[in-house]
C-alpha cells in the first residue's frame, strides 16, 4: 500500500480494492478516548479517499467489543491533576476538546467518497453506536448490542449520534432509544434497521468482505460518485439533484470503464476496470 497512514491503535490491511481497519485497544473495549483510535479512524477514511487503490471500507473491532465509546473511567476525573484529560476543564475547554477531537469522526465519515461497512464484532455502546451509524451499512453478529446510552452519564450525544440515529430509524424510535438509554440486541436491531443482517459470528468477517468485494468489482468512479450522489441527495431540492445527476453522467458516459462495462454486459463476461 502506498502512501498508508501511520496508525497506532488499529490496524490496516488492503486487499482486492477493499480497506479494512480493525480497531485494535480490546484492553480498553475499543474506547475512543484514552486511546489513538479517533486519528486512527479520521486518518484512515482521509487516506481512503485519496488513495486510488481503496474502493470500499471496513470498519470492525478486535476483540470482545466493537467500540466502548468514550473511556467511563476517565470521566470521574475533572479537576487538579486530571484537567487536562478528555473531560476535563471548564466549559469552553471541552467545547474545544469535542470540535477538535470525537467530532472529527463524524465529519470525516459524512465526507468520505468510499462505501463504508461496520462489521459490528460486539457492543456498540455510546460513540460506539454512533460509529456504526456513520456507516453506510451495518452488519453484525449475534453478539452485537447497540447503546445510545449517553442520558445513562447525565450527557448527551456530543458526537452526533442524535443526528444520524434518527435518520436511519425514524425520529420516534430514536427518540425511545435515545431518552430510556437502553440497550439493543442484535434480532431488534435488525428489525429497527439498525443493522441490516445479522450473521454467525465466525462468519462476519466473510460477509462484510463478500459484500465489500461485490462493490470493489464495480467501476471505481462509478462507485464513488454513486456513493457521494446519495449523500448529495439528502441535503438538495430535486432540480438542483438532477442538474448534478446530469453533470456527473456526463462524466461518467466519458470514461474508459464505461466502455468497458458495456462491452462485457453485452458479451457476457466480467468487466476489467481501470479506474479510466
Excluded at 473511556?71 to 471541552?94: C, V, W
Excluded at 461497512?117 to 456513520?134: E, Q, R, T, V
Excluded at 442524535?162 to 430509524?169: E, G, S, T
Amino acid at each position: 500500500m502506498d502512501n498508508t497512514p501511520t496508525l497506532k491503535d488499529s490496524r490496516l490491511d488492503l486487499e482486492d480494492r477493499v480497506a479494512v481497519l480493525t480497531l485494535d485497544r480490546d484492553d480498553l473495549r475499543n474506547a475512543l478516548t484514552g486511546t489513538d483510535l479517533i486519528d486512527d479512524i479520521v486518518d484512515t477514511v482521509t487516506w481512503a479517499n485519496r488513495s486510488p487503490q481503496v474502493s470500499v471500507l471496513i470498519i470492525t473491532g478486535q476483540g470482545s467489543a466493537f467500540c466502548a465509546g468514550g473511556n467511563i473511567k476517565e470521566m470521574q476525573y475533572r479537576d487538579g491533576d486530571h484537567r487536562s484529560g478528555p473531560f476535563g476543564g471548564t466549559a469552553l475547554e471541552l467545547e474545544h476538546k469535542y470540535r477538535h477531537g470525537i467530532q472529527r469522526i463524524p465529519l470525516a465519515l459524512h465526507q468520505a467518497e468510499i462505501p463504508i461497512i461496520a462489521a459490528i464484532n460486539g457492543p456498540a455502546i455510546g460513540a460506539g453506536c454512533d460509529l456504526a451509524c456513520m456507516c453506510d451499512i451495518r452488519l453484525g453478529s449475534e453478539r452485537a448490542t447497540f447503546g445510545e446510552t449517553f442520558v445513562n452519564l447525565g450527557i448527551i450525544p456530543g458526537d452526533g449520534g442524535a443526528w444520524f440515529l434518527q435518520r436511519l430509524i425514524g425520529y420516534q424510535r430514536a427518540a425511545e432509544i435515545t431518552l430510556t438509554g437502553r440497550l439493543v440486541h442484535a434480532e431488534e436491531a435488525v428489525q429497527l434497521g439498525l443493522m441490516m443482517e445479522q450473521v454467525p459470528a465466525d462468519q462476519l468477517m466473510q460477509r462484510a468482505l463478500t459484500l465489500a468485494r461485490q462493490m470493489a468489482s464495480k467501476p471505481p468512479h462509478a462507485l464513488r460518485m454513486s456513493k457521494r450522489l446519495m449523500k448529495q441527495a439528502q441535503r438538495h431540492e430535486l432540480p438542483d439533484f438532477l442538474e448534478l445527476c446530469a453533470a456527473w453522467q456526463g462524466m461518467l458516459h466519458n470514461t474508459d470503464d464505461h466502455a468497458e462495462a458495456v462491452n462485457a454486459f453485452v458479451e457476457k463476461r466480467e468487466g476489467n476496470y481501470r479506474g479510466r
